[in-house]
């Protein structure tokens, strides 16, 4: 954890304990590997809820046998303050834990993706992860979580609405320019070793050019 993230877990700690609230001692040491993840289902049919793609949404359920429903929301933030999340202050519980599902759900494909690949798939690999990093940046996470929402009249009449065209033509733009290498050349979650250790071996800012239509999920490069 870098000395910004130090100081704003910190941060999250005092403001806290002065209103009482601290973490179960089970959960002192909690990863967010830890973390327990569910389908969203409507509370009315009880069916799973699906992105765009088709892809069930997913969401925070449990942490080390402790539910989500049973913490504070005051609790939550000191978790993703402690995991070093972004884009959790001010926001709702059912928000958070589909932050902190998201989060875990990118650090798994990091995981996954943390083996040795021969040459001819380094450049493929490269990309799904300089992708990550442009859509769970600060300037594009908030959109891409309610990408899947109803949009709006000017949205509408401002054309490339259908496929979510416009901001993945805006995520495709920032993630072929390579004046961003500094920002998403770079593996995230570094502090875990096994991506520690990959991320040694691998140059992000070798990747794949790709159009927005290639960028969306379920599409191959």
Do not use: H
């Not at 941060?11 to 969203?40: W, Y």
């Amino acid at each position: 954890m870098n000395d910004a993230s130090l100081l704003a877990a910190s941060v999250q700690k005092v403001q806290a304990a002065k209103k009482g609230v601290s973490l179960p001692n089970s959960l002192q040491d909690a990863a967010i590997s830890d973390v327990i993840v569910e389908n969203v289902v409507d509370k009315v049919t009880q069916e799973v809820i699906l992105d765009d793609d088709g892809t069930p949404i997913s969401t925070a359920f449990s942490i080390l046998g402790v539910p989500f429903s049973s913490l504070k929301v005051d609790q939550i933030r000191m978790l993703c303050s402690k995991w070093n999340l972004k884009k959790y202050r001010g926001v709702s519980r059912d928000k958070l834990c589909l932050v902190i599902a998201q989060n875990q759900q990118l650090m798994v494909v990091y995981a996954a993706q943390a083996v040795t690949v021969n040459d001819k798939k380094t450049e493929l690999q490269v990309s799904k992860f300089r992708l990550l990093n442009v859509v769970f940046s600060e300037d594009f996470f908030e959109r891409v979580l309610k990408m899947n929402d109803k949009k709006q009249k000017d949205e509408l009449d401002a054309g490339k609405a259908g496929n979510n065209q416009r901001l993945w033509s805006s995520i495709s733009d920032e993630y072929n320019d390579s004046l961003n290498d500094e920002v998403y050349g770079v593996f995230a979650f570094v502090e875990d070793e096994q991506i520690a250790e990959f991320a040694e071996t691998i140059d992000i800012r070798n990747y794949v050019k790709l159009d927005w239509m290639k960028l969306r999920p379920g599409s191959k490069p």
